[in-house]
């Protein structure tokens, strides 16, 4: 979440309000229901929802769920840029999401006008980039 708040309940018994700067991380494998109801008296409300593929032996694990709150995330400042680690590492630091069937390297990353955000990835790896605010 960036801003506002989303209300979180699923059938394993979880629930909780995610706030800005919070993540939250399910693994759906064999089914879980869930539900998010967006707060309407705490706005603007501005997120995201990224789906990672598991691979096709996980497909039907047990469904899992983690609560990130904003001040478990690490976050990594130099120069006039600043980079949240919220699964991976990058640059020593490691994100807070864990225990994944996949690796993703999930970076929240904000530039200062003019800056530059480098970033080495494996040979196999699949990368994209959502510039949510200004140009790149």
């Given at each position: 979440?960036?801003?506002?708040?989303?209300?979180?309940?699923?059938?394993?018994?979880?629930?909780?309000?995610?706030?800005?700067?919070?993540?939250?991380?399910?693994?759906?494998?064999?089914?879980?229901?869930?539900?998010?109801?967006?707060?309407?008296?705490?706005?603007?409300?501005?997120?995201?929802?990224?789906?990672?593929?598991?691979?096709?032996?996980?497909?039907?694990?047990?469904?899992?769920?983690?609560?990130?709150?904003?001040?478990?995330?690490k976050?990594?400042?130099?120069?006039?840029?600043?980079?949240?680690?919220?699964?991976?590492?990058?640059?020593?630091?490691?994100?807070?999401?864990?225990?994944?069937?996949?690796s993703?390297?999930?970076?929240?990353?904000?530039?200062?006008?003019?800056?530059?955000?480098?970033?080495?990835?494996?040979?196999?790896?699949?990368?994209?980039v959502?510039?949510?605010?200004?140009?790149?």
């Amino acid at each position: 979440m960036l801003s506002g708040e989303v209300s979180h309940e699923d059938s394993m018994g979880n629930k909780g309000i995610i706030g800005p700067g919070a993540v939250q991380w399910m693994t759906a494998g064999s089914g879980i229901i869930h539900q998010e109801m967006p707060n309407p008296n705490v706005v603007p409300i501005t997120g995201f929802q990224l789906w990672v593929n598991l691979p096709k032996k996980e497909k039907m694990m047990s469904p899992r769920y983690q609560d990130i709150t904003s001040d478990q995330i690490k976050t990594v400042s130099y120069d006039g840029v600043e980079v949240k680690i919220i699964s991976g590492s990058w640059q020593g630091t490691i994100g807070p999401v864990s225990d994944l069937m996949v690796s993703p390297l999930y970076l929240d990353v904000t530039l200062e006008d003019g800056k530059t955000f480098e970033c080495e990835l494996r040979e196999f790896d699949t990368a994209f980039v959502y510039v949510f605010s200004g140009t790149a």
